[in-house]
């Protein structure tokens, strides 16, 4: 039957009006899934009220697509060679290095693909479902890749259960498994982690001479120049080592090579994008563009609207702020206090709720790739 990738999960509904709206809501992307070509199958929860709708991609639709978003594998090299990435072609199949057993993309990038396949448009061989504007819409509660059980199991023995996790770390399974992001993190976190020991124990040097002698000595500012340059040299050989496994995984690019939201809307010109710049090239894959004068003016548009509302903040706030006064030398200091808390709380709350709706529309209609 193949594997699984992911899971779009649907209310049944309490009322005969929401399992209808339910009910069509599956239909509506079962149907999308399957014109795009993808395997489908549906089950229901243990407590029988959810609707999985679990989804899978066979090889040949894995490869078109990962084509299609010229999406970077390892290639095969020779014995002590270093790891060469290359955009994947249907072409040139043999010449990558794939998983083993068969399977030529790893967990991860068949999720990748897969949600690519999902967010396209119909026109382009996708499904054309939004899953950011689905969730926000419930029509589905939740959607999430499923794990690959084997990997699972492998990185659960030689990571989670390893001590120090910290220290050293199967990076590239992670990476493989996780994405680059998350991997990134746990490189991260052991650099750190190790970097770490010579400024514990010199503090601890220094906890014994504090106690050996008194709170106030001359090491103190000795330890605190030390914790300086230590701080100046974290920072640089942390970027020495970020830029080594960055360029290890073939993501110092990764900027040009994301690909644009589903919700990104402009007009259908081939070229590339370069640091935020789009770059026409006949000969690049078609992209979509959106003139930045277009968005210049939006964004004048928006600071006149948000402009005023940050007035109105400042105003409220320093209104609040009288009104406390006023209580508190007029009725009690501590009912001042209590009344003066309470209205600022129930204010930032009211334009904490205003703000993120004004903000969340303003960037939605600026149409950021």
Known sequence: AGRWDWVFVFPVGNTTRDRTHAKQNRGEMVRSLRHARLRVRKAVSRDGDEV??????????LEEFAEAMELELKAKADLGQPTVYKTFTRA??????GVGDGY??????????????????????????????WLKKKKIIRAF???HEPTRKKLLRSWARQWPTTYEQPLEDVKEYFGESIAM???????YTKSLIPASLFGVMLFIVQLVKSPDNSVIPLYCVFMAVWATLFLEFWKRQNAEIAFNWDVMDFEEEE???????????????????FIPDERGRLEYYYEPSQRRGKFAIG???ITPIVGTIIIATLGIMVFR?????HWSRAFGGIAGGILNAVFIAVANAVYMKVAVKLTDWENHR
């Open 145 to 147: 890749p499923m794990h």
């Open 52 to 61: 999985l709708v679990i989804v899978g991609a066979d090889r040949p639709l």
């Open 259 to 277: 690909r644009s939201r589903p919700e990104f809307t402009g007009e259908p010109t081939r070229g590339y994008y370069y640091n935020n710049y």
């Open 104 to 133: 030529l993309f790893t967990s991860l990038e068949r999720i990748q693909i897969i949600q690519y396949i999902v967010e396209t448009k119909p026109r382009e061989g996708g499904a054309g479902i939004n899953i950011g504007d």
């Open 185 to 191: 993190y746990f490189a991260w976190l052991s650099f």
């Open 325 to 329: 006064l006023f209580m508190q030398r």
């Open 303 to 305: 600071t006149g609207i």
């Open 92 to 97: 040139e199949v043999d010449a990558f290095q």
